[in-house]
């Protein structure tokens, strides 16, 4: 039986999540820094905007989801998965679809009106996102997403 349960700041599924971020960040060869992702989830856990849940298995952290909101004229409140990562020897079981069907569920208290996933070329590569997020019910929005980089204070 796998549980969705929420990580809270301060307790201690909070650095397992934060080990579970750093392994995905890893496998998948992202150069964002370590100290990043744990501040990251640092101020996500304390953003009432965001919301962050782990699936847990015989009281083990196996997968976890990221989830951000943001306000939008064209959508009102939308929330995005920002991440999800299954450890690899629990894949194909179910456990994302949980955690994405729990992410849903907290983005629609919230009032959003949708939910979205950037799919990077490396996810498409690799794991077939596209295919996989649309057996889920998200369809490509053919937009493309640019961002300018800023410096620091
Ligand atoms: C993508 C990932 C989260 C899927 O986790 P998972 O727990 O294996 O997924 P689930 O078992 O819940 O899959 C649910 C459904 O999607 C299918 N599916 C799973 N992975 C798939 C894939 N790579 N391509 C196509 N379909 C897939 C399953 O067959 C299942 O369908 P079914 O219930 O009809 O059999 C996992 O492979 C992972 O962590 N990958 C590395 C990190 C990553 O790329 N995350 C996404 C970042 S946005």
Not at 4 to 12: K, P, T
Not at 17 to 39: M, V, W
């Amino acid at each position: 039986v796998t549980k969705i349960v929420r990580v809270e700041a301060g307790r201690a599924e909070a650095s397992e999540a934060a080990a579970l971020l750093k392994r995905f960040f890893q496998e998948e060869d992202y150069d964002t820094p370590f100290n990043r992702i744990a501040e990251s989830l640092a101020m996500m856990l304390d953003d009432p905007g965001c919301w962050v849940a782990q699936a847990v298995r015989d009281g083990e952290a196996i997968g976890i989801v990221t989830v951000t909101t943001m306000l939008y004229v064209e959508w009102g409140r939308l929330g995005e998965i920002s991440d999800l990562y299954v450890l690899p020897n629990n894949r194909r079981s179910g456990v994302a679809r949980a955690l994405i069907e729990a992410a849903a569920g907290w983005c629609q208290s919230l009032n959003c009106s949708a939910i979205s996933v950037v799919v990077t070329p490396e996810g498409e590569a690799k794991h077939g996102l596209g295919k996989f997020y649309a057996q889920h019910k998200f369809d490509p929005s053919g937009r493309t997403i640019m961002t300018r980089k800023l410096s620091g204070p």
